[in-house]
């Protein structure tokens, strides 16, 4: 039998980034012994980021349930500015398992556009390669 406390522990990774990305989640329980997500993301891309965290954790993901929606209105209006940074891009917090190209990928459909990236928070990077789980980027238009 599943445990709700040892599932959240398990996938601390994905609530965290959960959290981060403002999914609303209307439903964390276990079902069927499997440990049930429900909830809204703002984009496909931070459903799929969310995917991506799942698969890291368990790469079966026999014991987890995800039924995220996608609704754009749930996009957060302000999160380039609440994280400091200019109106001109918005906030990321790197996960584990991310580059510079896999965020370029991510943000802008093309892994070679990390320059743009890395040239936008040369305050904060010294190198494009060196990059660091928890450090806040700004992702430019």
């Not at 069927?32 to 368990?58: C, H, M, P, T, Y």
Request: charged residues 25%; proline residues 4%; aromatic residues 6%.
């Amino acid at each position: 039998m599943a445990d709700l406390e040892q599932m959240k522990q398990k996938y601390a990774s994905v609530l965290n980034l959960i959290k981060q990305t403002d999914v609303r989640l209307s439903h964390m329980h276990i079902q069927d012994n499997k440990f049930l997500i429900q909830g809204a993301a703002s984009s496909e891309e931070i459903k799929n980021r969310i995917w991506d965290q799942i698969k890291l954790v368990n790469p079966a993901a026999d014991d987890i349930t995800c039924d995220l929606t996608v609704d754009p209105s749930l996009a957060p209006k302000a999160a380039a500015a609440a994280a400091g940074s200019s109106a001109a891009g918005r906030a990321y917090t790197v996960v584990a398992g991310d580059s510079l190209s896999k965020i370029a990928k991510q943000f802008y459909g093309n892994a070679n556009q990390y320059m743009k990236i890395f040239e936008a928070n040369k305050d904060k990077l010294n190198d494009p390669d060196k990059i660091k789980v928890g450090q806040q980027l700004v992702i430019p238009e």
